[in-house]
């Protein structure tokens, strides 16, 4: 619970979040960025929040509704986000930034507060897999975001493919275990 001047504030972990509880949620923002939108000019802000036990969720701002927080997020910064102001939605997809179920999708009619200072208020910026994860190609989940430490030990030139009609530039990076 947090006292917010004359009223007090119980923050849910995101592990209660779902289609049909939409809870309280004090987050910090742990990456953030933009993903075009397939088929069209746009795209929307896609963000990696965690709460206070290091439970992770994905939050989306669609294009539709940048203008309002295009600039409001800052990574690294804590935010509460008031019970029912967000949308929830199943989280799917080629590519997953969390493993959560859901996804929270934040529109103008969403409250969401800036906590500044918030030194209370952990820090679990990165997500480490170990490198005996990755021994077995078929059994890597490559449709999910995590962190890994390793020593770059080469580094190959620029490939092109094609996805979905459209040209995507990737680089592929060996890294050699450290443990």
Known sequence: MVDNGDRIEAYNPVNEVNRTDRPSLKLRVVLLFYRPVLASNNRSLE??????????????????????????????????ISPNTYHVDYNSGKFLTTLHNFKIIIHDQSIVVDIPEESFFPDFMFDFSDFSDFVDPNTVNETHLFDVIGK???????????????????????????S
């Open 47 to 80: 963000i990696v929040f965690h709460d206070l036990e290091g439970g992770r969720i994905t939050g989306i701002v669609k294009s539709m509704h940048l203008k309002s927080f295009e600039n409001r997020f800052i990574q690294g910064r804590v935010y509460a």
């Open 152 to 178: 770059v030990v080469e580094i190959h030139g620029a490939q092109e493919r094609q996805f979905n009609g459209r040209s995507t530039r990737f680089i592929e990076i060996v890294l050699e275990d450290l």
